[in-house]
């Protein structure tokens, strides 16, 4: 094999991701803890290697040439399937340690109250939790199982299909022995919208969680309450 089919070292190829993707050889070097002259030695070395310049040097920063776009979007692929190959190796490498993957809520309320008795009927195996609020964003090489709402007609996250595991989930509305005292009792649902205020949770994503489907699965008609939601960030 002559020295023209070998690969370009690693750590110059890393140099060019780092790069391309900032458009600053001093952001690359931040990301790589190098400095701004090593990441420029590695690029101009790697442009040797290859014969053809891959950088377009501005004076408000760097621009790839054609062939840099090109070669950007290969070697960008091939780290991160390297990357996540590499992890899922690591993880592996240890058959006795399960990565579950959830909601913070889910981890909290529900899921780390099944651990206990999991792991005193399996001691050898070492339970990891990754908490990742959105399914669709989890890295495929990080964990082996995850648990999280699925709302129906939902597309699953790609590379992953889901299976239900309960058959359904009661929801209650709650409030405060202090918020009685001040506004009285609540006779039924009904009361709800007409004397009193409801409180919403601002996060588009768990946007089934609505008190209009709430009163749909309680076969009540929906209009907007009388006195109007208060929006708060916290479940009620």
């Not at 991701?17 to 900032?22: D, N, P």
């Not at 002259?37 to 054609?66: C, M, N, W």
């Not at 709402?149 to 022995?177: K, M």
């Amino acid at each position: 094999m002559s020295t023209r089919d070998a690969l370009p070292p690693l750590t110059c190829l890393r140099a060019f991701e780092a790069a391309a993707r900032h458009g600053s050889f001093t952001q690359a070097g931040s990301e790589l803890s190098l400095t701004q002259s090593a990441v420029s030695r590695q690029i101009k070395r790697l442009e040797e290697d290859l014969g053809r310049p891959l950088f377009e040097r501005h004076y408000d920063g760097l621009r790839l040439t054609p062939a840099g776009e090109h070669y950007f979007r290969v070697v960008q692929r091939l780290l991160r399937e390297l990357r996540d190959e590499t992890a899922r190796l690591r993880r592996r490498g240890d058959d006795r340690q399960l990565t579950l993957a959830s909601s913070p809520t889910i981890a909290s309320i529900w899921l780390a109250r099944q651990l206990p008795d999991f792991q005193r009927a399996h001691p050898d195996i070492e339970i990891r939790i990754l908490t990742v609020e959105d399914p669709h964003r989890l890295d495929l090489a990080e964990f082996d199982l995850g648990i999280y709402y699925h709302v129906p007609r939902e597309v699953d996250p790609p590379g992953l299909t889901a299976d239900a595991i309960f058959a359904q989930e009661d929801v209650a509305a709650v409030c405060s022995p202090i918020y009685l005292e001040r506004h009285g009792g609540i006779a039924d649902p009904r009361d709800l919208l007409n004397r009193h205020t409801l409180m919403v949770v601002e996060d588009h994503y768990h946007d089934w969680l609505t008190w209009e489907l709430w009163f749909q699965a309680l076969e009540l008609d929906w209009h907007p309450p009388s006195i109007p939601c208060a929006p708060t960030v916290s479940s009620c």
